[in-house]
Antibody, heavy 121, light 110 residues
């Protein structure tokens, strides 16, 4: 059974940093690209980032470039999202997802339950 | 404001059919695949339709997808109360090199 378990969320002060982790199991992690999606309170889904199987290719949401860094460790079946200079509007649930196809970054087939990030002073 | 435009809400009676539209542009829906997600309260989003009209295993054929030009449509037949939730379209934008989500459509089953 495919499992994605996010961790690393919590309460952070504005301007702080955070690294979210997503541990994968139940599939050959190194064969799948991975993505991150977030949802602010009361808002819709917002795509954050994706990373290719080897980590060579990474993409970020338009307003997020420069503060977000995605990475992966295939040996540990994990993907990470580092967020710097956190802002209040970064508050939300962050989901990691495995990408179903090799040709379509928006085909997120399996999702974790999410980890809550709260940015507040 | 989302680049992919969805109606904020739709509703229909149990057992009936509903469609949800998603309007984009030539750089996203016009040249790339469309994906649809279901997000029920308190759960993780679920992939419903990928590559415009393909269903992952376990998704019933009550759910269907189509595309015409720069717009896509999700259809749901035989509505059930368990279908109530938010539905999102998504597509890669070749000009921006980003994945775009629609703003989401809240489905109410009457």
């Amino acid at each position: 059974e495919v499992q994605l378990v996010e961790s690393g969320g919590g309460l952070v002060r504005p301007g702080g940093s955070l690294t979210l982790s997503c541990a994968a199991s139940g599939f050959t992690f190194s064969s799948y690209s991975m993505g991150w999606v977030r949802q602010a309170p009361g808002k819709g889904l917002e795509w954050v980032s994706c990373i290719s199987t080897s980590g060579k290719y990474t993409y970020y949401g338009d307003s997020l470039k420069g503060r977000f860094t995605v990475s992966r460790d295939n040996a540990k079946s994990s993907v990470f999202l580092q967020i710097n200079s956190l802002r209040v509007d970064d508050t939300g649930i962050y989901y990691c997802a495995s990408i179903l196809t090799h040709y379509n970054w928006n085909d997120m087939g399996s999702w974790g339950q999410g980890t809550l990030v709260t940015v507040s002073s | 404001q989302s680049v992919l435009t969805q109606p904020p809400s739709v509703s229909a009676a149990a057992g009936q059919k509903v469609t949800i539209s998603c309007s984009g542009s030539n750089s996203n829906i016009g040249k790339n695949y469309v994906t649809w997600y279901q997000h029920l309260p308190g759960t993780a989003p679920k992939l419903l339709i990928f590559d415009i009209n393909k269903r992952p295993s376990g998704i019933p054929d009550r759910f269907s997808g189509s595309k015409s030009g720069t717009s896509a449509t999700l259809g749901i037949t035989g509505l059930q109360t368990g279908d109530e939730g938010d539905y999102y379209c998504a597509s890669w934008d070749s000009g921006l090199s980003v994945v775009l989500f629609g703003g989401g459509t809240k489905l109410t089953v009457l």
